[in-house]
Each structure stands twice: as C-alpha cells, then as structure tokens.
C-alpha cells in the first residue's frame, strides 16, 4: 500500500453516519501515514479552496452527531468545466492527490465526471438515507432515518386509535421505497405505498371497509413520497370519494434526515470509511465502496446510478401478508 495525500468530502443530502464516516477516514488516513485534508461544503468548497488539513483531534467526539462536520452543498458551478478546473487547481494547490467522496447517486456523478477529466484517483462512501444506491446492502444513515420515522409512526398510532382515525404517513424515498417499506412493515401499517409496486386505491378502501366491519377503529397508511399515485394529500382525496373516515395527514419531512446516528449507522459508516481509505492506499479509483453480505466490495462508480437497486419483492409479499 502507498501513502497519499487524500481529501475528503461530504457532498448532497445530509445523513447521519456521515461523521463516523469522516472519522474513520481521517484516523485510518492517518495511522496509515497519510495526509488528510477536509474539504467544507462539498464541491462548493473544493471550488473556492476552503480546504484544511485534519488531524486526530478535528474528529473528536463527532461520532455520535448528525448531520456533517464538513457541511454540504449543492454547486451548480460545478457542473461546468470551468469549475471543475477551479476544483482541480485548488487540490493542486494543497497538493492532494486522492478523493474520498461521502454521498449518494448525485454526488458520485459529478466525482466520477470529474476524476475522468483530472488526474485526481477517485473512491465514494455511500452517505444517502433512501439506501437507493446498487453496490451495498445499506447506505449510511438509513438505519437511523427508519428508525426516526418508526419512533414518530407509533406515537401517531397512539393518537390514530384514541381518535378512530386513519392516518397517511409520508416518508421520504423520491425514487425509492426502502424508508417506506420498512417502517411501514416496523409500524405495523395497514398499507404501504411505494414507488415499486401499482397502487390500487379501490382495493386499499375495500380492505379500510372490510377492517371497519370487523371492528378495526383506526388505521396507519405509510407512503413514499415518490409514489405513483401521489403523495400524501392527493392520496387522501382520492380516498376520500370512497370511505367515509377522518383522515389526517402527517409528513414527516426532513426530520428523517436528523438526528444521531444508530449503533448500525456508526458500525457501518466506520467500516466503510475505513475501507475507502485501504482501498486509496491500494489504488483502487472511480469505485464505490459497500458492504455485500456483511463484506467489502467495490462497485465501479457508473454501476451505483445506472443499475437499480431492487427492493426484495418477498419482503413486500411479506408486508401485505402481515397487513392484512
């Protein structure tokens, strides 16, 4: 393995885990003897030279909080040649060689664009709540964004019983059901809507009436945001043409996002951005780095956003199994 001198950033949608994540590479980098440099705000940062080196005590105690120590952004300058020769020229400048980026798809479309037009080696760390990103069974900060949306799911059943009301939940997943699947399944939800599965509205009021009838009082729907039949609100009138019951609605919003990470959250996001580091040191570039059936594995950076990440359809079966 060879030394480098490597910078690190977090880039997108924040989640937690982003800051074990920096940690470990950070500490790995330097017990290793290499140089780490922290990049603020993303490729913003990387644009305007807000770059500093890091040492054992720059990560102190950051294990246990949300959000990012190094912040982020979203620069559309960077989408210009112009500015990824800013980019460039600056790590230049500080006379870093390799780049850790800590994201999602996004993220890693402009590394991959960007190391393919500079000499910089490239490695990314899977940072997004959807866990969308094909090459890793979980992304970092998706076991936290789950288990927040649950904690609010059960205090919003608690209401939805004392009530006898049905309650749409909308999490977050754009193009992913992963958070919705889930915590609906952990909830106990008596519907789950996600962007991978037909959503037949007929049919879910026809399973509301027959639980009426049976004596069920209230009822929790979980649903992406990203859903084909729409989202929170455009479900409720859609349902209310059909059942006769109070609906209210909760979206729970950037709240998923929030908060400190998990046990899982930090295990996974230190594993991996210990891996990202060994695997700078031994060259490998223009990969993302994973976890496959609890093992490392490095997945070719295009592959993240161009092959989809399927969602087990025997687990959704599952949900419908156990909400009838």
Not at 109 to 138: A, K, M, V
Not at 239 to 263: F, K
Not at 267 to 284: K, P
Not at 309 to 319: C, G, L, T
Request: charged letters at 25%.
């Amino acid at each position: 393995m060879s030394t480098k001198t490597i910078g690190v950033l977090t880039s997108g949608g924040d989640s937690p885990g982003m800051n074990a994540a920096i940690r470990a590479v950070v500490r790995t980098g330097i017990y290793h003897g290499n140089t780490i440099f922290g990049i603020k705000k993303g490729y913003e940062g990387m644009i305007k030279g807000d770059i500093s080196e890091m040492n054992l005590s720059s990560v102190s105690n950051i294990i246990k909080q949300g959000g990012t120590s190094l912040l982020t952004a979203r620069c559309k300058e960077f989408f210009t040649k112009e500015g990824r020769l800013k980019a460039y020229t600056n790590l230049k400048k500080y006379g870093i060689t390799s780049l850790i980026v800590i994201g999602g798809d996004g993220s890693f479309r402009g590394l991959h664009e960007f190391i393919s037009e500079f000499d910089i080696q490239g490695l990314g760390i899977p940072g997004t709540i959807d866990n969308d990103l094909y090459g890793t069974d979980y992304t970092i900060g998706f076991d936290t964004a789950i288990n927040t949306a649950l904690e609010a799911i059960d205090k919003i059943r608690d209401t939805a019983t004392s009530h006898s009301r049905l309650f749409i939940i909308e999490v977050m997943g754009r193009d992913s059901g992963y958070i919705g699947l889930h915590t609906g399944i952990g909830g106990g939800a008596e519907e789950i809507l996600i962007p991978e599965t037909t959503s037949d509205i007929q049919r879910l009021c026809q399973k509301l009436k027959a639980g009426h009838k049976r004596g069920k009082q209230s009822s929790i729907i979980v649903v992406s945001e990203g859903d084909e039949a729409g989202n929170a609100f455009e479900i409720k009138k859609k349902i209310e043409t059909l059942v006769d019951w109070d609906i209210r609605i909760s979206v729970l919003g950037h709240q998923q996002r929030g908060g400190s990470p998990t046990a899982f959250d930090r295990l996974l996001a230190s594993r991996l951005g210990y891996e990202a580091v060994c695997s700078v040191m031994n060259d490998e570039h223009d990969k993302m780095i994973g976890l496959i059936h609890n093992a490392p594995c490095l997945t070719p950076l295009e592959e993240t956003w161009t092959k989809k990440k399927r969602v087990d359809k025997s687990i959704i079966n599952m949900a419908e199994i156990l909400a009838t």
